[in-house]
């Protein structure tokens, strides 16, 4: 079946340092691929998606490039911000689907020091 | 910019009561869905919901849950005898298509006492 695996938090970086958060998905034919991010005490957010392989998606400085060859789609940012403290949930939706449901990876919290 | 609504935001109920969770999906949306998330961690889909029927459901959606779409604007989701392990954050979403991504609903935290 479809799985997505996140790298594992709690991530603690200072402000204005580089974010990666890996991603890995595992999916027959080519599912589009989404970042959702939750901020303390609110309801998901759709960040960023890809739909095809080399896709780069990108939203709020935030970037992630669905990588056919190695499966991934990891999210990355140059200089984060104590604002972008959250959570952050990498996606599939099913192949060849219109509209299927979609698999979420467990979650990455990140906490952004001043 | 179109919004997903949720109501209640909290819910509080003791075990063995029904409850209904209430959702306003995007007007111009055909597809919907609930998701639950416990201790704000992992997001678990429950049921897709297309043409006024289910589409899909998971294994947690047994026979103690339903939903309907009553008149064409409201998507409900039922417990009818809620256990412990049913508090959790629910999730209505709704979409046009699979490649734009969902649109969520702020959620219902339903805590079951």
């Known amino acids: 079946g479809n799985s997505v695996t996140q790298m594992e938090g709690p991530v603690t970086l200072s402000e204005e340092a580089f974010l990666t958060i890996n991603c890995t998905y595992t999916?027959?034919?080519?599912?589009?691929l989404f970042w959702y991010v939750q901020y303390p005490g609110e309801g998901l957010q759709l960040l960023l998606k890809?739909?095809?392989?080399?896709d780069k998606g990108s939203n709020k400085g935030f970037e992630a490039t669905y990588r056919k060859e190695t499966t991934s789609f990891h999210l990355e940012k140059g200089s984060v911000q104590v604002s972008d403290s959250a959570v952050y949930f990498c996606?599939?939706?099913?192949?060849?689907?219109?509209?299927?449901?979609?698999?979420f990876g467990d979650g990455t919290t990140l906490t952004v020091k001043p | 910019e179109p919004e997903v609504t949720q109501t209640p935001s909290h819910q509080v109920t003791q075990m063995g009561q029904e409850v209904i969770l209430r959702c306003v999906p995007i007007?111009?949306?055909?597809?919907f869905y609930w998701y639950r998330q416990i201790l704000g961690q992992k997001v678990e889909f429950l049921v897709s919901?297309?043409?006024?029927?289910?589409?899909?459901k998971s294994e947690i959606f047994d026979d103690q849950f339903s939903v309907e779409r009553p008149d064409g604007s409201n998507f409900t989701l039922k417990i009818r005898s809620t256990k412990l392990e049913d508090s959790a954050m629910y999730f209505c979403?709704?979409?046009?298509?699979?490649?734009?991504?969902?649109?969520f609903g702020s959620g219902t935290r339903l805590t079951v006492v």
């Open positions: 999916a027959t034919g080519y599912p589009s």
């Open positions: 007007s111009n949306h055909l597809y």
């Open positions: 919901f297309y043409n006024n029927e289910i589409s899909e």
């Open positions: 996606a599939l939706t099913r192949p060849n689907t219109n509209a299927g449901k979609s698999t």
């Open positions: 890809a739909t095809k392989a080399d």
């Open positions: 979403a709704s979409l046009t298509d699979g490649t734009y991504g969902y649109t």
